[in-house]
């Protein structure tokens, strides 16, 4: 994250682009940034139906983040969606994604999900 945030920063759009996602920041980020929203996108969460040229509010005293879409064209997202092919198959990373939970559950292992 810590490339894409310092791209924003150096072309001077730091006070006026926010990036919202559901990556982790390291202590070196600056900017407007707002991340470990979940549920994620990898799972079919609301940050992996926004669109290019949709409308968000974002509310810093109320900590609110609004995607300005109706129902309607969100469940219409929702029924075409689907989910990213893994970027690994086997190995550690491959049983790490398979095993951790949502960043809003504390992103614990469990052979349980």
């Known amino acids: 994250m810590l490339a894409t945030t310092a791209a924003l920063v150096g072309q001077g759009l730091g ?5 919202v996602t559901d990556g982790r920041f390291s202590g070196g980020t600056r900017g407007f940034m707002v991340g ?3 549920p994620e996108a990898y799972v079919g ?5 926004v669109k290019d040229g949709d409308e968000i509010t974002i509310n810093i ?9 109706s129902k309607e064209e969100l469940e219409t997202r929702r029924n075409q969606w689907s989910p990213p092919k893994p ?8 049983k790490y994604a398979t095993l951790v939970g949502s960043a809003a559950n504390g992103a614990i292992t469990s052979p349980n999900l």
Do not use: F, Q, R
């Open 87 to 94: 970027n690994y198959t086997s190995g550690a990373l491959a």
């Open 36 to 38: 470990h929203v979940a």
């Open 61 to 69: 005293e109320t900590n609110v983040v609004d995607l300005h879409v």
């Open 15 to 19: 006070k006026k682009v926010a990036m």
């Open 45 to 49: 969460g609301p940050i992996a139906l």
